[in-house]
């Protein structure tokens, strides 16, 4: 089982659609999940945090469940400029990031 | 204001001749990993240094090396590429100590092509 499972999509939506994305990671002792985004042939770059609580970034929402050890991301009317693939990343223990494969968004016009 | 710089951007090597990949930051953040990241997989931790410990992945070959001369800077060297380690490498950093990370910086990555 990989540590951090992703569907890889692709998920391709209309402009303005809202889409959702899971993620399951297997090491209950996880203490730290974020969201990445990586655009084609670029570097990850931090979206947000996850929290316990769920938290809100303007049309972006990430929530934790601990006892499923489950993450999403939802992404609310979405825009052209949304579309790159997202990674789930877990910290384990203080030190090591692990990537989930990333799921591919294409919003189209 | 980069503050996590790689170097080159795009490097072509031979088959079987030694390569080094460079990174340097200005975070004054004590750990640096070297990622590897192939078309459509998510990225690999190959190995990191926590100051001056060098942790290795266990699946890592033994054709990766690293060099962490100072806090500064980091090398990633491949000994003999093989076709199979053309890919993305990425380095990163973050603040950590106490059990806690406060965060990665990714740089822009090293695109490598064995030919």
């Known amino acids: 089982r990989k540590e951090v499972e992703q569907d890889p999509g692709p998920f391709n939506v209309p402009e303005g659609a809202t889409v959702a994305f899971n993620c399951t990671y297997s090491n209950s002792a996880s203490q730290s999940f974020f969201w990445y985004r990586q655009d084609c042939r670029k570097e990850p770059k931090l979206l947000m945090s996850v929290y316990s609580s769920g938290n809100e970034d303007g049309r972006f929402t990430a929530q934790l469940n601990r006892a499923s050890q489950y993450i999403s991301l939802l992404i609310r009317d979405s825009k052209l400029s949304d579309s790159a693939t997202y990674l789930c990343v877990v910290i384990q223990g203080a030190q090591k990031l692990v990537f989930g494969q990333g799921t591919r968004l294409t919003i189209n016009p | 204001d980069a503050m996590v710089i790689q170097n080159p951007r795009y490097q072509v090597t031979q088959f079987g001749k030694p390569v080094t990949l460079s990174c340097s930051q200005t975070l004054n953040h004590n750990v640096m990993y070297w990622y590897q990241q192939k078309s459509s997989q998510a990225p690999k931790l190959l190995f990191h240094?926590?100051?001056?410990?060098?942790?290795n992945e266990a699946d890592t070959p033994d054709n990766f090396q690293s060099r962490r001369p100072n806090t500064s800077f980091c090398f990633l060297d491949i000994r003999s590429p093989g076709l199979g380690d053309a890919a993305m490498y990425l380095c990163?950093?973050?603040?950590?100590?106490?059990?806690?990370?406060?965060?990665?910086?990714f740089g822009s990555g090293t695109r490598l092509t064995v030919v």
């Open positions: 990163a950093t973050s603040r950590a100590g106490q059990g806690l990370n406060y965060g990665y910086t």
């Open positions: 240094y926590y100051d001056k410990d060098f942790n």
